[in-house]
């Protein structure tokens, strides 16, 4: 009776750790999933741009195009996915947000999985690059792979489907040294960057600092 006692109490013990295990694997994706509540806010500059002069309105157009082109060099230096990221995302959308969610509702995707769509690409440009820009933390999409790929085939074309298909590994990892922006791994850190390349190492760095 003790024996058979014990075994029960051992099986309890595994099942009592091996939920909390679960449990706190998922407290720590959770961390790194794109919230479902995000404030947009369209920026309407209109009444503002009217008022300007013919030469104020000439520099404010180009200073905006070339702010704009110049982002890439943002994705860049975030993480090596990121430009391919953002060629998907302005592929995607190219139509408007709207467009986009019409026809993803035809592909059986529920009103909320596309929501959760939406909202990973909102953060990943109000960042430019798939990590936070106070915090350099990783996000990742709150719905499964399979969800956005059904997303991009919907919204995007055959191009778009290979470009997913080419960045979904590094979109979804949640290895650890791919979860925050710091020193690279090949330079004896833990983190990831793009910012630090070649044979730059941690005395490099102090030096120029």
Known sequence: ????????????????????????AST???????????????????????????????????LSRAAFAGARACLQQTSPESPDIFALATSIFADGCEQAKERAASSGLTPEEIEDIVNYF?????????????????????VAADKLATFVQACGNSGDVEQFSRVR????????????????????????????????????MDLVQ
């Open 122 to 142: 909102a953060q990943f440009f109000g960042n430019m690059g798939n990590y936070l820009s106070f915090g350099d933390t990783k996000f990742i999409p709150r």
């Open 28 to 62: 720590a994706q959770e961390l790194y999933l794109v919230p479902r509540k995000l404030n947009v806010a369209e920026l309407n500059a209109t009444s503002a741009f009217k008022n300007l002069s013919a030469e104020e309105k000439r520099y404010a157009h180009h």
């Open 169 to 204: 590994d590094r979109m979804y990892s949640t290895r650890d040294q791919e979860l925050l922006l710091g020193f690279p791994v090949s330079a004896g850190g833990n983190a990831v960057s793009t910012y630090y390349i070649g044979d730059v190492s941690r005395s490099d």
């Open 1 to 24: 009776l003790a024996a058979t006692q014990q075994r029960i109490t051992a099986k309890i013990a595994r099942a009592r750790f091996s939920s909390n295990q679960r449990m706190a």
